[in-house]
């Protein structure tokens, strides 16, 4: 036999005993979720990795006191939300654990992505948002149905995320932030009210209007007055509207009044009635937030949510201002990844380059045949 045959041999020899043990560990962990997760969430949001130990050294660094932050991570974004919990975690000696809200087939490159780089440390859980929780709920374009974003949803369901905290903090994947997370999540709910935000014609992000956006500060912006539903609620049309990519949550409030259930009814109706604005400029997870939450909600201080910075090429704000600012929300449609938006340079500070796909591919064989050699 020649030696390019034996070469050949042993490669198929090798792929077999690599797709071998890809498929014993799958049944493995599948066994393992079985067992973990007994008691399935009903709303399909899955828990996929748990919190590792923090070293001692951390545990010292570190206050005790939890921080729970939940930030969603689609595979073509990644990259922000990495480069959101890396200043969020570089700015803060609080007890923060992030909680990561993605689709299956994001985990490993995302788990990758953390594990080989200066995120090692992080406190972390994956899970796997279900987007058949969606369904009867959002009204999909047949022919633009790959731009929903189930994703845009995960903050609707903040209590079956992280069922054991009384209070978390939710961001976009579009933010930086500058200062101590604790400061934000410190921030002073009133009673009854289960979330602050800050308002869209808050003193801040007031003083520089964003031209083209129309109605987009209040309410008329968002939803249909024409429709009888709208107008029962006796809801002003004037009413300042809110941002929802930057909020902190009561979710003690938040289960007592059952906003879930609340959010998923106006979602339903929209899909019969459609009851949100044609002119919407942008997130569809807007209107029903408005709806449930008129007049029913804490704020936040602005500079923990200072926006507009995607909604055009062209800088908005003094490089002073910027600076000072705790948290830069990029929403809109210029994102700082796509080096077009307004203070990009601030954003690739925190931005963490991703491990190769050799590395990826390399990393998985390698992860494998551990797991295989270990059970012999």
């Known amino acids: ?24 560990n799958f049944l493995g962990l599948s066994d ?41 991570a689609s595979d073509e974004r990644l990259g922000g939300a990495i480069a959101a919990m890396n200043s ?13 809200v993605t689709l299956n087939d994001t985990v490993d490159h995302l788990r990758l992505w953390l594990s080989n780089t200066a995120l090692k440390n992080l406190r972390y859980r994956i899970l796997d948002f279900d987007p058949r929780v969606l369904e009867g709920k959002v009204q999909v374009d047949p022919q633009k149905a790959d731009t929903l974003k189930p994703l845009t949803f995960a903050r609707f369901y903040l209590p079956y995320l992280v069922p054991h905290a009384e209070k978390v903090i939710y961001v976009d994947d579009d933010i930086i932030v500058q200062d101590d997370i604790l400061e934000l999540y410190n921030t002073p709910l ?36 024409k429709k009888e539903t709208i107008r029962k609620l006796a809801m002003k049309a004037s009413t300042c509207s809110f941002n929802p990519g930057v909020f902190v949550a009561n979710l003690t409030e938040w289960k007592l009044q059952n906003i879930t259930k609340q959010l998923e009814k106006w979602m339903a109706l929209n899909v019969v009635e459609e009851l949100y604005s044609r002119t919407l400029a942008g997130s569809i997870t807007t209107p029903p937030l408005l709806i449930v939450f008129y007049k029913q909600h804490s704020s936040i201080d602005p500079m923990w949510n200072v926006r507009h910075l995607g909604s ?32 990009a340079e601030v954003w690739e500070k925190w931005k963490l380059q991703e491990p190769s796909r050799t590395f990826f591919l390399a990393s998985l064989f390698y992860r494998a045949a551990l797991a295989f050699w270990s059970t012999r």
């Open 88 to 100: 969020i975690y570089s700015h803060t000696k609080s007890n923060v654990v992030f909680y990561i």
């Open 32 to 72: 393992f979720l079985k067992q973990e997760l007994s008691d399935s969430n009903p709303v399909g949001l899955q828990p996929i990795d748990f919190i590792p130990a923090v070293p001692q050294r951390l545990e010292d660094e570190r206050n005790d006191k939890e921080i729970s932050v939940v930030i969603a």
């Open 312 to 343: 055009s090429a062209g800088k908005r704000y003094s490089p002073q201002f910027v600076k000072a600012a705790k948290l830069l929300h990029w929403n809109g449609h210029f994102k700082p990844w796509g080096r077009t938006a307004s203070y």
């Open 190 to 225: 009133k009673p009854g009210h289960a979330a602050a935000f800050s308002d869209d014609c808050d003193s801040t992000t007031n003083k520089v209007a964003v031209r083209g956006a129309g109605n987009q500060y209040n309410y008329i912006g968002f939803l249909d007055y």
């Open 1 to 24: 036999m020649s030696l390019r045959k034996v070469n050949i041999s042993i490669l198929i020899v090798a792929v077999v005993i690599f797709l071998l043990v890809l498929h014993h």
